[in-house]
């Protein structure tokens, strides 16, 4: 009988699949951290795993271990090397929470272009004169530049559209015809699309390590343009982001995502701008898409054992995982 491993909270639905089935058990341990879910992992045939980090070091704990079923679509902390030298197919939940992450990212740039953060802290400041700053702005007629044309880009264009902004797109892994399905302006080159922006807003995986989106592209920003990052931290540089908004070289910069998270109360981000809009890598996290997280992430591993497991949901090496499927 399969024994799993739940790291970290999920959604009611996910568990109610399980405890209905007589042929699995399982141990939920609702803390998201590695500290937390390590005694256990060495009990565990298959890992259903949060945004925690999964290294080379708990892989080796985890004799049993037959498949990582991920909550959610990002895989940036796990050590997929690790689990291909096993053979350990890493799944993914698939399409599952696009509609989140696109509505989070829209209402964090028409917060920013309408001042929320600054108005709210003002009037909490007694300041109600700040309303005679005129520094809010309308979306309509201004060019949005999307970075990374996937499922979620796309339904951000699509949301965009409705506030009659102009969008431009950057993917070079998407084809032409897709751009122009979508009534999309593909560009050639990141900093065409900067140039372009009066937003910009980052759709990409986290590549190398090292930030795509650096001082130098910052600087071809217009001064009022919106940077919003809903995809991985690391991708824009944050210290750049720092120094463009205390030098007034942008209207204002939404973060859901963060290089270290949980995000530390000191960071300097915090202490950048009132211009400066955050959340806690919640974008996805609605009640709807954890839902629907949930109960994909667990049928994965249900799948997984009865050898029915989607290949298109497994994100490593194939080859390699191939003869591990049951």
């Not at 070079?172 to 560009?187: I, L």
């Amino acid at each position: 009988m399969p024994h799993i491993l739940i790291a970290g909270k999920i959604h009611q639905a996910g568990l109610e699949i399980l405890k209905a089935r007589k042929d699995f058990t399982f141990d939920l341990v609702d803390e998201v951290s590695v500290s937390s879910y390590t005694p256990f992992i060495r009990h565990a045939d298959a890992l259903l795993l949060r945004t925690q980090p999964l290294t080379r070091t708990e892989i080796s704990l985890a004799s049993k271990l037959k498949i990582v079923s991920r909550h959610g679509v990002g895989y940036d902390a796990v050590n997929v090397a690790a689990l291909n030298k096993r053979g350990i197919p890493l799944t993914i939940v698939g399409d599952v929470n696009s509609l989140s992450v696109a509505e989070h990212t829209l209402a964090m740039l028409m917060a920013l272009a309408k001042q929320l953060p600054v108005y709210d802290q003002s009037i909490r400041q007694g300041k109600w004169n700040c309303r005679n700053s005129f520094s809010a702005i309308e979306l309509a007629g201004r060019t949005l530049f999307i970075l990374g044309f996937g499922r979620i880009g796309r339904e951000v264009s699509r949301m965009a559209k409705c506030f009659n902004m102009s969008i431009v797109a950057y993917d070079p892994f998407v084809p032409a015809n897709v751009f122009t399905e979508h009534g999309v302006k593909q560009v050639a080159t990141i900093e065409q699309g900067l140039e372009l922006a009066d937003a910009v807003t980052v759709h990409l995986p986290l590549n190398d390590k090292k930030p795509l989106i650096g001082r130098k592209e910052l600087a071809l920003l217009k001064p009022h343009a919106i940077v919003i990052n809903t995809a991985r931290g690391g991708i824009i540089d944050e210290t750049a982001l720092i120094d463009a908004l205390n030098n007034n070289r942008l209207a204002g910069v939404g973060l859901d995502v963060f290089r270290e998270e949980p995000l530390n109360p000191a960071s300097p981000l915090l202490a950048a701008s009132n211009r400066l809009l955050v959340s806690p890598h919640s974008a996805g996290l609605t009640q709807e898409a954890a839902m629907r997280m949930s109960v994909s992430a667990v049928n994965n591993i249900i799948d997984y054992f009865s050898g029915t497991l989607d290949e298109k949901l497994i994100v490593n090496n194939k080859e390699i995982i191939k003869d591990s499927i049951v």
